[in-house]
């Protein structure tokens, strides 16, 4: 790809529009000159150099990549004219056929990154339409390598899928976190020791995960083979119903996703 992009971000002033500029900008994908991002009322102060404002085609008249950062229910009403350009888009469900045609545009890539954009860990999985072109798909990897890492995928159905598993990122192990975090007030432990104690296990795990490259079912199959506390917690959980939970969870959170794109 080249050296810089001019980029635009619809929906720049949003967090994850934001955190995508931030991510870009320190990557030095995009110069501050070259970087143009959409406002709905005040304009944010961040981002010294940068164009702003509320006229999203005026955005994309100045751009070559277009990043449409806004809720599925509120795309139907973008009137955006991108004819030539590569449209990246982060919404769930809305496919690429429907993104090409609403914007005039045959060089369309979905991706769903999630929170974790914010502090450069998100992982971003992605699909682009067949008349990409491979620049194209180099801008789509830079970008999203920038927030995280970042996939490739084989179809639309696996970033539907992916919507639930990983775009709703944080919230999965943030969820377990409270449910161990209000065993432990309860217990008695004062609310600062329990949320560092439970914030550093999570933290901990992840970084374990990701600098050994471990699999998670070796990392509890380990656990349970020294037959103590853990595997003790282990095994009640997993009795109570904790992976036909998870995974009903992910269903459902799949079947949201193909609604949401049919809305």
């Known amino acids: 790809m080249s050296a810089s992009i001019r980029l635009g971000i619809v929906g720049g002033a949003g967090w994850l529009g934001g955190a995508i500029a931030d991510a870009a900008l320190q990557a030095g994908i995009v110069q501050p000159q070259n970087l143009a991002l959409s406002h709905r009322s005040a304009r944010p102060d961040r981002f010294a150099g940068a164009f702003w404002t509320d006229d999203n085609q005026a955005l994309a008249d100045r751009c070559d990549v277009i990043v449409l950062s806004v809720r599925p229910r509120d795309w139907p009403a973008l009137a955006i004219d991108a004819k030539g350009k590569l449209v990246i888009s982060v919404m769930a469900g809305i496919r690429l056929a429907e993104i090409g045609a609403r914007h005039g545009t045959r060089r369309v890539a979905r991706t769903l990154p999630n929170a974790a954009a914010e502090v450069a860990r998100s992982y971003t999985p992605w699909i682009a339409s067949s008349d990409a072109t491979g620049e194209d798909r180099a801008v789509v990897r830079a970008i999203f390598s920038a927030c995280g890492s ?82 003790a917690a282990i095994e009640t959980m997993r009795a109570g119903g904790f992976d036909q939970a998870v995974a009903k969870g992910l269903t459902a959170a799949f079947e949201k996703s193909i609604a949401m794109g049919e809305a």
């Open 150 to 231: 970042q996939d490739e995928v084989g179809s639309e159905r696996d970033i539907d899928y992916l919507t639930g598993l990983t775009g709703s990122g944080p919230a999965f192990p943030a969820l377990l976190a409270d449910a161990m975090m209000r065993h432990a007030i309860a217990f008695g432990l004062q609310p600062e020791v329990a949320q560092r104690a439970v914030n550093t296990v999570l933290t901990g795990t992840g970084r374990l995960l990701e600098l050994k490259d471990a699999s998670p079912a070796d990392t509890v199959k380990t656990f349970l083979g020294y037959r103590g506390t853990t595997a």
